[in-house]
C-alpha cells in the first residue's frame, strides 16, 4: 500500500458543479460521490449543492487535520447533523460540554477490561440467538439475512445496554421501533436542507416509532428512578450520573444516550454483519480460510471470548469488511474558524464531509482497493497503513468509544455461526450499495445455513 504526499501548493478545492452533477445526484448519491472522489484522488473536492456548497476531504493526511490536529475547530454541528440531532438530542452524539459530560459518564463502561468483562454474557446471548438456527438448517428453509442479523446484534447489546433490567416486553418493542427509525430517517438524512415543516416520505413511521422508543425508555428510567441498582451496563451508568446530587441531569438525557448507543451498536453492527455474506460467497478462497480457522479453534465448542485471541483471521476479515463498508459511512463536521486544508482556505462556517467509504476506495491509498483482501491486515502490513488511511470508527477525541464492543461482538457473532453453519446464499446477488443514514445493501439477501457436521 502506498499514500502519495498530500498535495500542499494548491489554493483552490476541485469544484464539482451542479448542473454536471445534479442528475447523476438523483439517480444515485453514492456513485456519484464515488465518481467525485475517484475524479479528484485525494484533493479536496467542492461539491455545489444549491442550497450548500461542501467540501469533500478524503486524503489521509487532510482527514487528519480534521479529526484530530484541528478537532476543536470542526465540529459535529450544522445543516447535514439536523436528523441526528432530532434522534438522539443532548448526548453523546452531540458537542461541546453535552458530549463531555456524557463521554465521562460512559467511557469506563466501554473500557477494554470492563468491554471484557461483558464479553461472557455477550457470547452467551449470542450463542443463544444461533440456537434458532437449528430449525431451518434442519429443513433446508432459507433465512432472510438483514432481519436475522438484526435479531441477533439486539439480543446482544440488550446485555450491554441494559444488564438484567429490561423485561423481554420492553426489549421486544424496542429491537423493531429502532429498525424503523434507521430506515424512514434515510430521507431526511439525504436531504437535511429540508426544513422539517415539508413532509418527506418515511416521516410518519419516523414518529411512530420514536414514539414506541420514547415509551419504552422513559418507563424504564422511572421504575429504577430510586435504585438503578448493581451492574456496569450503560443504562446503569448513565441512571447513578443523573443521581449525582448537583448533576443537572434529567430523564431526557438518559433518553438521548440510550437511544444513541442503541442506534449506534444495533444499526451499524447489523449491516456490517449483512455484507459479509455475499462477499464470502464471492470469496470461497476466504471462506474455506476462515471456516478452517475456527474449526481448529472453537471445534464443536460453543464460542468463547477466550477463543478470539487464537482467531486472527476472523478479526482480519473483519477489519476488511470494515474498509469496504464502514459503519459509519460519512462523518459531516462544520468550521468554527477560518483554516486551511492542504492550502485550501476554509471560511468560517463551511461543512467538511469525512468518508471513510471513500478513502478506504482511493487508489492513491490503497492498492486494489475494490477487492477484498484480509491480508492487508496481517499484522506485519497492517503496521504500514497510515493512521487516517483507515478509520472505520472516526478517529480523535470523537472516535466510536463503543469500538471494543463492536469488535467482540462481530467476531463472536461470525465465529458463533461458522463454527456451526455453513452458509449457502439462495441465489447470487449483485453487491450493490444504497446510503441513507448507513450504507445498506440495495437488494435483500437469503441464506441457507447448512449444519457444518453434514458438510465434514
Not at 498535495?7 to 445526484?25: D, G, H, M, V
Not at 429498525?179 to 426544513?195: D, G, K, N
Request: proline share 7%; net charge neutral; hydrophobic share 40%.
Amino acid at each position: 500500500m502506498t499514500v502519495d504526499v498530500a498535495p500542499n501548493t494548491a489554493q483552490k478545492a476541485r469544484s464539482f458543479p451542479l448542473y454536471r452533477t445534479f442528475s447523476r445526484f438523483v439517480r444515485d448519491p453514492l456513485r456519484e460521490l464515488e465518481r467525485i472522489s475517484r475524479t479528484a484522488d485525494g484533493e479536496i473536492a467542492r461539491l455545489d449543492l444549491g442550497a450548500s456548497h461542501p467540501y469533500v476531504v478524503t486524503h489521509p493526511d487532510h482527514v487528519q487535520q480534521v479529526l484530530k490536529s484541528q478537532a476543536q475547530n470542526f465540529v459535529r454541528d450544522g445543516t447535514f447533523w439536523r436528523p441526528l440531532h432530532t434522534l438522539f438530542g443532548s448526548s453523546i452524539m452531540s458537542e461541546g460540554e453535552e458530549w463531555e459530560v456524557s463521554k465521562r459518564v460512559l467511557q469506563p463502561v466501554f473500557s477494554t477490561k470492563n468491554v471484557r468483562a461483558l464479553t461472557e454474557s455477550m457470547a452467551a446471548a449470542i450463542n443463544q440467538a444461533v440456537d434458532t438456527f437449528e430449525e431451518p438448517a434442519r429443513a433446508g428453509r432459507p433465512i432472510s439475512v438483514l432481519p436475522e442479523m438484526g435479531r441477533i446484534v439486539n439480543e446482544t447489546v440488550i446485555k450491554v445496554l441494559f444488564g438484567d433490567k429490561i423485561r423481554q416486553a420492553e426489549a421486544e418493542r424496542l429491537g423493531p421501533a429502532m429498525e424503523q427509525v434507521a430506515t424512514s430517517i434515510a430521507f431526511r438524512f439525504l436531504l437535511p436542507f429540508v426544513p422539517r415543516r415539508i413532509p418527506l416520505p418515511g416521516d410518519r413511521a419516523f414518529g411512530e416509532a420514536a414514539k414506541v422508543m420514547d415509551e419504552t425508555l422513559y418507563e424504564l428510567v422511572d421504575r429504577f428512578r430510586d435504585d438503578p441498582g448493581e451492574g456496569f451496563d450503560i443504562f446503569t451508568a448513565l441512571c447513578r450520573a443523573r443521581m449525582t446530587e448537583g448533576s443537572g441531569l434529567d430523564d431526557a438525557w438518559i433518553r438521548d444516550n440510550l437511544l444513541a448507543m442503541w442506534a449506534t451498536s444495533t444499526e451499524t453492527t447489523t449491516v456490517a454483519l449483512t455484507w459479509i455474506w455475499p462477499i464470502l460467497d464471492r470469496h470461497p478462497e476466504v471462506a474455506a480460510r476462515l471456516t478452517a480457522e475456527i474449526d481448529a479453534v472453537v471445534g464443536t465448542d460453543r464460542v468463547r471470548p477466550d477463543h478470539l485471541h487464537r482467531l486472527p483471521y476472523v478479526k482480519q476479515v473483519i477489519q476488511e469488511l470494515l474498509r469496504l463498508y464502514p459503519i459509519g459511512w460519512i462523518f459531516p463536521r462544520i468550521a468554527r474558524e477560518a483554516t486551511d486544508l492542504g492550502g485550501v482556505p476554509i471560511k468560517a462556517g463551511q461543512t467538511v464531509l469525512i468518508s471513510p467509504y471513500l478513502t478506504h476506495r482511493l487508489e492513491s491509498v490503497w492498492e486494489r482497493p475494490l477487492e477484498f483482501d484480509p491480508e492487508r491486515f496481517a499484522p506485519e502490513r497492517a503496521r504500514t497503513h497510515h493512521r487516517y488511511a483507515y478509520f472505520p470508527f472516526g478517529g480523535g477525541p470523537h472516535m466510536c468509544i463503543g469500538r471494543h464492543v463492536f469488535n467482540f461482538e462481530a467476531e463472536l457473532i461470525l465465529t458463533s455461526i461458522l463454527s456451526r453453519f455453513r452458509p449457502r446464499l439462495s441465489e447470487s446477488i449483485p453487491i450493490e450499495p444504497k446510503i441513507g443514514a448507513t450504507i445498506r445493501p440495495r437488494y435483500d439477501i437469503e441464506m441457507t445455513l447448512v449444519p457444518a457436521r453434514e458438510t465434514a
